[in-house]
């Protein structure tokens, strides 16, 4: 389990990204699988999130998750009921005692908060979501409910490292079609192929916003077998599918 040094030091908030271990599953899930979209043992699934629950501190109905689409669509939860599984890539409560999980296999888990307005935050920002606003959004829906810059507190978690994160001459050019500076990119010697670096992407576009209390938890998910699951692996590994790591935050 991993902590941020900056939301460790608030009080109220409890926060974990946790890693792949510590949990029920076998196989290629071993072993905290908590990706419910996967083909994983379903009941196995369920005993990791109820061991997620357990150590974060919520009760039954208050670890809330979504279904990812690689979107920029924010969920506002407004109070304690049971919310039906919607397709999101964020989520965001004034709620004490609900948790917001991000699922992850690769892509970037953002946790924020604003101790001063008591707002918790996560965003599951993979490259389609963070290029289409995800995290401006985020960053006006903080405003929106009262916050101001200075106040706002983010974690960036584990997540693809550069030195593995090769595309290809299209994905390239869908960046620089949209003015997006070519800095985050690394030509690969030899190969039409480029390195791409989307923790330093997404800590540019937060820095731009003037969002300055950001920490970073530099975990590369590819080459981390023994405490992530990778996208990227498993389709190296010729596996059919692949474990889902989860990252959480809630106000007590």
């Known amino acids: 389990m991993l902590y941020s040094r900056n939301l460790k030091q608030i009080s109220f908030i409890k926060h974990c990204f946790f890693t792949k271990k510590g949990g029920v599953s076998k196989g290629i899930y071993k072993s905290l699988n908590c990706g419910i979209g996967s083909n994983d043992k379903k009941n196995d699934v369920k005993k990791n999130l109820e061991i997620v629950k357990k150590n974060i501190g919520c009760n039954f109905n208050g670890l ?7 979107s920029n669509r924010i969920i506002h939860i407004k109070d304690h ?10 989520l965001i409560t004034k709620k004490t005692y609900l948790a917001l999980g991000i699922l992850t296999a690769d892509c970037v888990p953002v946790l924020l908060c604003d101790p001063k307005k008591n707002i918790i935050a996560a965003i599951h920002a993979g490259w389609k979501g963070v290029i289409k606003g995800i995290i401006e959004k985020m960053i006006k829906k903080f405003i929106f409910l009262g916050s101001v810059k200075k106040d706002i507190i983010v974690s960036i978690g584990p997540c693809l490292a ?27 010697k030899n190969k039409k192929k480029y390195l791409f670096d989307l ?39 010729n596996e059919k599918d692949y474990g889902r790591c989860i990252s959480v935050i809630m106000m007590t």
């Open 199 to 237: 923790r330093a992407f997404i800590d540019f576009k937060l820095k731009r916003l003037n969002i300055k209390n950001i920490d970073h938890i530099k975990k590369d998910t590819f080459s981390d077998k023994n405490n992530f699951f990778s996208y990227r692996r498993s389709k190296k590994n």
């Open 64 to 70: 809330i998750l979504n279904k990812q689409i690689h």
């Open 81 to 90: 009921k049971l919310l039906k599984k919607k397709s999101a890539d964020a």
């Open 162 to 188: 550069q030195k593995n994160y090769e595309v290809g001459e299209e994905f390239f050019k869908i960046f620089t079609k949209k003015r997006i500076n070519s800095k985050f990119f690394k030509k690969m």
